[in-house]
């Protein structure tokens, strides 16, 4: 077989997985590696995202290294969701704040020890942040699209997001039989941060009576009204789909911890639990609530994922291979394209309040509690 023409010359790639993991990372490492080595360049694997950077921690990719990958979840490279090179945290001062340091010279220097003249990052819009002083100082980035958030600006779909969607759906079709035999509203909370996607896709699939967004603020006597009116119809149950990030009229969005020493502290986190709490205080029908937690991130990466992981992997290495250096791969309705690889950066892409899937769960009598 003849190699197609590799124009931008380069040599030799380092290749890592940044920000919080999701199913299709091997598949993505899989495709970018298989690639490069059928174009005649090597591959170095950077361990645990920018902090294998800081730390040199870094290896030779072979076929034999991704071989057999493709359905694994998680990321065989590891992956670090506080290392930003430009914002380091170091340690505490006499005060207790966090102690930053800037890594980007370090990071250049170990870049440079190991030949390293392009990096094919596979993250979110932190990682792509933290790519940028790198692309600024000649090493040639390409970024590609992952979170089960699917909350990234630029692309319509990221890798990860229809597995965990596909987790949640079948965890809400599982609550719904135990929440019939006992008369219960089951509140299962699903992950998203600030955008509503997986909810609203799980919830659609799932039937789910009610689906709570952060983009809409629900009225929480229009939900309990709502499971009411259920009750008294004769249904035996009432299922619903919360976003981590929904939050009451008014009120605030729960958050579980703040981590910081992270680029990005917030962990939302109990709105499910404060939810059910509150409707059986004043609905008096017996109430659960399921936090399916990171369940959503973990495993083997759905069908759709393996496909879309493979074709931005490929896609990134034709971005690297044609000279368009500093590109994020991006999905745009079913074409790949690519955009400034920081495009993301500081954004997110919420669920619009006009979207056509809000419009068919309504027509379905689907309550979002406004
Ligand atoms: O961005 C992916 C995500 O799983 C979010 O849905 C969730 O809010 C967050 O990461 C959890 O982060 P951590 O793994 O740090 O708990």
């Known amino acids: 077989?003849?190699?197609?023409?590799?124009?931008?010359?380069?040599?030799?790639?380092?290749?890592?997985t940044g920000g919080g993991d999701c199913p299709g990372l091997n598949a993505v490492i899989r495709a970018v590696t298989k690639d490069a080595i059928f174009?005649?360049?090597?591959?170095?694997?950077?361990?645990?995202?920018?902090?294998?950077?800081?730390?040199?921690?870094?290896?030779?990719?072979?076929?034999?290294?991704?071989?057999?990958?493709?359905?694994d979840g998680g990321t065989i490279l590891g992956s670090s969701n506080k290392a930003n090179p430009q914002k380091f945290a170091v340690g505490k001062n006499d005060d207790g704040s966090v102690r930053w340091r800037?890594?980007?010279?370090?990071?250049?220097?170990?870049?440079?020890v190991h030949g390293i003249e392009?990096?094919?990052?596979?993250?979110?819009?932190?990682?792509?942040?933290?790519?940028?002083?790198?692309?600024d100082r000649g090493i040639k980035c390409i970024g590609v699209p992952k979170t089960i958030d699917n909350d990234l600006y630029g692309t319509d779909i990221t890798f990860g997001f229809s597995t965990a969607v596909s987790v949640a759906t079948e965890a809400l079709d599982r609550v719904h039989s135990t929440a019939a035999s006992h008369h219960r509203v089951m509140v299962v909370e699903v992950m998203g941060r600030n955008a509503g996607w997986i909810a609203l896709h799980a919830g659609v699939a799932s039937g789910s009576d009610v689906i709570l967004l952060p983009e809409i603020p629900f009225d929480l006597d229009t939900v309990c009204n709502f499971c009411v009116q259920r009750s008294q119809r004769g249904k035996?149950?009432?299922?619903?789909?919360c976003s981590e990030g929904a939050k009451p009229k008014g009120g605030e969005q729960i958050i579980e911890r703040v981590d910081p020493t992270s680029p990005d502290p917030i962990r939302l986190g109990g709105i499910g639990k404060w939810l059910s709490n509150q409707i059986e205080d004043k609905t008096e029908i017996e109430s659960r609530y399921v936090v399916l937690g990171h369940v959503q991130r973990g495993g083997t990466p759905c069908a759709g994922d393996r496909v879309l992981a493979t074709q931005f992997g490929h896609h990134a290495m034709e971005l690297l291979k044609q000279g368009k250096y500093n590109r994020l791969a991006v999905m745009q309705g079913t074409q790949l394209g690519d955009v400034e690889i920081t495009a993301a950066a500081d954004k997110q892409r919420l669920?619009?309040?006009?979207?056509?899937?809000?419009?068919?769960?309504?027509?379905?009598?689907?309550?979002?509690?406004?």
């Open 39 to 71: 174009h005649g360049i090597e591959v170095l694997g950077i361990e645990d995202g920018f902090l294998g950077l800081i730390e040199d921690r870094i290896r030779p990719l072979h076929l034999d290294n991704v071989s057999n990958i493709l359905t």
């Open 118 to 135: 392009a990096l094919v990052v596979i993250g979110g819009d932190g990682t792509m942040s933290a790519a940028k002083p790198f692309a």
């Open 1 to 16: 077989m003849t190699q197609p023409a590799n124009s931008s010359g380069v040599k030799r790639i380092g290749v890592l």
């Open 102 to 112: 800037d890594m980007t010279d370090v990071c250049m220097t170990h870049l440079e």
């Open 351 to 370: 669920v619009p309040l006009d979207h056509p899937l809000i419009a068919a769960a309504r027509s379905v009598y689907t309550c979002f509690g406004d």
């Open 236 to 241: 035996r149950f009432t299922i619903i789909c």
